[in-house]
């Protein structure tokens, strides 16, 4: 054999222990992820079922406002009514005084 040869077996066999040495450690990695897969998950989900209560919360305060908001527009527009009638009233009875001053006259 050649010394060229040598360097060629001598850098596959490298190469190869390299890439086992690599795969072995990414594999370790991937079963460290995998155990820890369910609690991160968990912790996710949870952090979402959270969000999806805040968000519901803030909707539902949302409507409730607005809800509100559209009754009282509703009562105000009946007091306004009342308030117009009342004051169609005090015209009348001012018509009325006014009459029966210019009667008494």
Do not use: C, H
């Not at 690599?22 to 079963?31: F, Q």
């Not at 968000?55 to 117009?84: G, P």
Request: a negative charge.
């Amino acid at each position: 054999m050649t010394n060229s040869d040598y360097l060629l077996k001598a850098a596959i066999k490298k190469l190869t222990e390299k890439l086992n040495e690599i795969l072995v450690e990414k594999i370790e990695e991937a079963t460290n992820i995998a155990k820890d897969a369910p609690e991160i998950l968990k912790k996710e989900f949870d952090s979402l079922k959270e969000s999806i209560i805040e968000e519901a919360s803030r909707m539902e305060k949302t409507e409730n406002i607005q809800k509100n908001e559209s009754t009282n527009t509703y009562q105000d527009a009946k007091v306004k009514k009342a308030l117009n009638e009342i004051e169609g009233i005090n015209n009348q009875i001012d018509l009325f005084n006014n009459a029966i001053n210019n009667l008494i006259k």
